[in-house]
């Protein structure tokens, strides 16, 4: 039997985030054979060589190599489609020159270029998949070449994409204290179609929305719709409500839009306050949450988070596991990667098989001395 209850556990403390970066392009630097750091090309920088490179060149040298355009730009892109994009290598030096090996910084990004020789004043393609996941605004990542003779001189690609939802919530993030004197415990907000296109609101936090002049019943679905959020069942003191539910940061509205079935709002309110982190925390996660958007049942989603550190503490304190305290959805840590200074991980969560409904699901990331929690946003249905 299915199992359709309410996916909503609660959430022990509120993440110290903030920032919304995901997937930044910050390239390690990678010792020379005298022990030094060699500094990256830039994208168009051009060195003319007079000799064919090999594995034997003075390693000083940068690769005669101009990247046109110098950035790979996706430009606007619906949250969660995978679009794709490209840029030309060229050779501008005078021997023949091979690509070794391509490496995007995140999964986020998939590029294969790897043993093609480019002749002299010629060029190739460099082809991009970009999964624009479901965080709102700019995203960026980058593109790694290594060359043979240029190991240690490679070349960065840019990437950079925004991600925009085809429906607008106003205002974002729904306010509980407008001012000093003026406490709403009943805020109106509105949801818009940016497109033009009717849609109906199926959910608002998995439960059934409170329009303002609108009866789903009888009125026709329309591209902009108003309801209400009421903070009064929430204690102030205990931010839980009669059903021992604590009140959520975020806000979770499911529609029926083709291209945007989950978009989530921010609440601003005491009991949602991020907590400053102490000086014990020496990192702090870069996300406060990450939506998966809508998933088929027994489907995996994967997000990236990377660390941020703290009180000028050095990164040497890895993310060892990720839990999660439900027992309706698995998660597991299937990679890190290494940036400069920057630690990024890959998780993968996957609900129940038999789960359908809102997923909004704390996690626990752990490493040797602290820890930090998460957020979880989704749904599953058939």
């Known amino acids: 039997m299915k199992n359709t209850r309410y996916l909503f556990v609660t959430i022990a403390a509120v993440l110290a985030i903030l920032s919304f970066?995901?997937?930044?392009?910050?390239?390690?630097?990678?010792?020379?054979?005298?022990?030094?750091?060699?500094?990256?090309?830039?994208?168009?920088d051009?060195?003319?060589g007079s000799e064919a490179p090999d594995t034997t060149t003075t390693r000083s040298r940068k690769p005669p190599i101009v990247v046109e355009p110098p950035v790979l730009d996706i430009g606007y892109v619906s949250a969660g489609s995978t679009v794709t994009g490209e840029v030309q290598i060229i050779n501008t030096g005078d021997k023949p020159i091979r690509i070794l090996s391509s490496t995007p910084s995140c999964q986020c990004t998939s590029v294969e270029l790897a043993n093609i020789v480019i002749p002299p004043g010629?060029?190739?393609?460099l082809p991009a998949q970009f999964e624009a996941g479901y965080r709102m605004g700019l995203k960026t990542a980058s593109i790694?070449?290594?060359?043979?003779?240029?190991?240690?001189?490679?070349?960065?690609?840019?990437?950079?994409?925004?991600?925009?939802?085809?429906?607008?919530?106003?205002?974002?993030?729904?306010?509980?204290?407008?001012?000093?004197?003026?406490?709403?415990?009943?805020?109106?907000?509105s949801v818009e179609s940016l497109d033009s296109r009717?849609?109906?609101?199926?959910?608002?936090?998995?439960?059934k929305p409170d329009f303002v002049n609108f009866d789903p019943g009888s009125d026709e679905?329309?591209?902009?719709?108003?309801?209400?959020?009421?903070?009064?069942?929430?204690?102030?003191?205990?931010?839980?409500?009669?059903?021992?539910?604590?009140?959520?940061?975020?806000?979770?509205?499911?529609?029926?839009?083709?291209?945007?079935?989950?978009?989530?709002?921010?609440?601003?309110?005491?009991c949602t306050r991020v907590e400053i982190p102490s000086p014990g925390q020496n990192w702090v996660l870069s996300e406060r949450r990450a939506m998966?958007?809508?998933?088929?049942?027994?489907?995996?989603?994967?997000?990236?988070?990377?660390?941020?550190?703290?009180?000028?503490?050095?990164?040497?304190?890895?993310?060892?596991?990720?839990?999660?305290?439900?027992?309706?959805?698995?998660?597991?840590?299937?990679?890190?990667?290494?940036?400069?200074?920057k630690m990024t991980y890959e998780v993968e969560v996957t609900p129940d098989r038999d789960y359908r409904g809102l997923i909004y699901v704390p996690l626990v990331f752990h490493s040797n001395r602290n820890q930090a929690s998460f957020l979880i946003i989704g749904r599953v249905t058939d």
């Open 21 to 44: 970066a995901a997937c930044q392009d910050a390239d390690p630097q990678e010792p020379t054979s005298s022990g030094e750091n060699a500094p990256a090309a830039t994208v168009n």
């Open 46 to 48: 051009l060195v003319s």
């Open 122 to 125: 010629e060029s190739v393609s």
């Open 144 to 189: 790694r070449l290594i060359f043979e003779g240029y190991d240690d001189e490679f070349i960065t690609v840019p990437v950079k994409a925004e991600i925009v939802f085809p429906l607008r919530v106003s205002p974002d993030p729904i306010r509980y204290q407008i001012a000093a004197t003026d406490f709403q415990d009943v805020v109106e907000y």
């Open 198 to 207: 009717v849609f109906s609101i199926l959910a608002i936090q998995g439960e």
């Open 221 to 270: 679905p329309r591209n902009h719709y108003t309801l209400r959020w009421d903070f009064t069942g929430y204690d102030e003191s205990s931010c839980f409500d009669a059903r021992g539910i604590r009140m959520p940061p975020y806000l979770v509205i499911e529609t029926d839009h083709p291209d945007c079935p989950i978009l989530d709002v921010n609440i601003r309110h005491s």
């Open 292 to 341: 998966i958007g809508s998933l088929k049942p027994g489907a995996t989603a994967k997000f990236s988070v990377y660390l941020k550190w703290l009180f000028g503490n050095s990164p040497d304190d890895e993310i060892i596991e990720v839990t999660s305290p439900s027992s309706l959805l698995a998660v597991e840590l299937v990679g890190m990667m290494y940036e400069g200074e």
